[in-house]
């Protein structure tokens, strides 16, 4: 078992969401900062399937998975586009950028003492994502999951002055993190009050591009809470 996060079809996923949400749609030389890079394949394998001119500053707080990452980028010599910090995104100076890009930790569970802690998205899982939309970036994407609090999510994004610009969903299958008893335990109280959507053993996930600005051309968010709630 890796010490840091591995879910294949989840971080594939997310690959496809920056090359279709994000790379597919920067201007020249534009800057990204992403949140909680983990072995760097999402942002790596997007880059070797796209011409993207500009530059990646990455931030990683797992030693390993960050150490995984840079040899990666040797290998494939991006060392000029994608540069991975080991440590906080909130505690750092956070880098100027046109995009914030994460598949952020969204486990929720009442305290981080579960199999990965760095997984640990608070206590209904939308914390860190929520934390993610006051940094105050023109344009956000980030995987928001149905079990997670997503209309908090939506509310918070709309209140910091984000409309939804796009979004695509996949159906996935409730995995080793999200599995755990005791997480599990927390999503089943969650769905209780309406805060968590599945059915049997499927969640949504969504890949979904927040934008900043005075009044969007488009506004997906009742259809992207329409399509999170319909579990
Ligand atoms: C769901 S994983 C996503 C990893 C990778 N982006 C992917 O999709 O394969 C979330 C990542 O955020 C990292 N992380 C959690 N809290 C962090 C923090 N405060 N600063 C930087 N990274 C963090 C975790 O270690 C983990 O690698």
Redesign the pocket.
């Known amino acids: 078992m890796k010490d840091?996060?591995?879910?294949p079809e989840?971080?594939n996923f997310?690959?496809n969401c920056l090359e279709n949400l994000v790379f597919k749609n920067c201007q020249k030389s534009e800057y990204v900062v992403?949140?909680?890079?983990?072995?760097?394949?999402?942002?790596i394998n997007s880059l070797l399937r796209n011409r993207f001119d500009g530059v990646i500053h990455g931030?990683?707080?797992?030693t390993s998975?960050w150490k995984a990452a840079n040899s990666t980028i040797d290998e494939y010599d991006l060392g000029h586009k994608y540069i991975i910090y080991n440590?906080?995104?909130?505690?750092s100076s956070q880098p100027e950028a046109e995009y914030l890009v994460?598949?952020?930790?969204?486990l929720p569970a009442p305290d981080n003492n579960i199999y990965?802690p760095?997984?640990?998205g608070g206590e209904d899982g939308a914390t860190?994502t929520n934390n993610l939309l006051s940094l105050g970036y023109p344009n956000v994407l980030l995987?928001v999951s149905s079990f997670s609090n997503p209309k908090s999510t939506i509310h918070h994004a709309r209140s910091n002055g984000y409309w939804v610009n796009n979004f695509v969903v996949l159906p996935l299958k409730f995995g080793y993190y999200s599995s755990e008893p005791k997480v599990k335990k927390r999503i089943e109280e969650l769905r209780k009050n309406k805060m968590a959507f599945y059915d049997g053993d499927y969640y949504f996930l969504a890949g979904v591009l927040f934008k900043k600005s005075q009044k969007s051309e488009v506004d997906l968010s009742n259809q992207l809470v329409q399509a999170m709630t319909s579990l």
């Open positions: 840091f996060f591995s879910c989840e971080s997310y690959s992403e949140f909680g890079s983990g072995d760097g394949s999402p942002v931030f990683e707080l797992n998975a440590s906080c995104l909130f505690d994460a598949n952020p930790p969204y990965m760095l997984l640990f860190i995987l």
